[in-house]
């Protein structure tokens, strides 16, 4: 198969692989587009509730990115040296997780300052936002199904 514009040697189409560190992008997708709409519950938090209102949105936003960006760091790690691995790894950071934001939200109880409901609205659409920009950013990734093990194949061939 030759390639439209003639940009590849030879002018043939050369396989593509798998995306390098999907959970990076991943993760830079969701923080983005939770972020964009935090900064956004905050102006609105500041303008009609006040400043502690908007500490409050961010917090909220905050405390989701954590605890959601955890699980793409460790998905990262481990996706480097066990991209099979990966998967169960989310699981238990995911049990972690639980536990920990248990832990956090009754440990620490209810700061004076604190909006609930400001809080409380932010991060449950940054949970919302955040799954679907990670299932978008994911969808669109590439991945390695098979292993091609050695490539024996000629450039330019017809070995398909």
Do not use: C
């Not at 989310?90 to 400001?118: D, S």
């Not at 990734?141 to 398909?160: F, Q, V």
Request: aromatic content about 10%; glycine content about 14%; cysteine-free.
């Amino acid at each position: 198969m030759r390639s439209a514009d003639g940009s590849r040697p030879r002018g043939y189409l050369t396989p593509s692989g798998p995306t390098k560190a999907p959970w990076l992008g991943i993760l830079g997708t969701a923080l983005a587009v939770t972020g964009g709409a935090a900064v956004l519950a905050a102006a609105v938090a500041a303008l009609t509730a006040g400043i502690s209102a908007a500490v409050s949105s961010l917090s909220g936003w905050f405390l989701i990115a954590a605890f959601f960006g955890i699980s793409l760091l460790v998905g990262h790690v481990v996706g480097r040296s066990n991209p099979s691995g990966a998967i169960g790894m989310f699981m238990v950071t995911y049990a972690i997780k639980v536990v920990g934001f248990a832990v956090i939200l009754f440990g620490i109880g209810t700061p004076v300052w604190l909006h609930r409901e400001w809080f409380a609205l932010t991060a449950v659409g940054a949970v919302v936002l955040w799954q679907v920009a990670e299932i978008r950013a994911f969808s669109r990734s590439r991945h390695l199904i098979y292993s091609d093990g050695t490539d024996t194949a000629r450039e330019g061939g017809t070995d398909a």
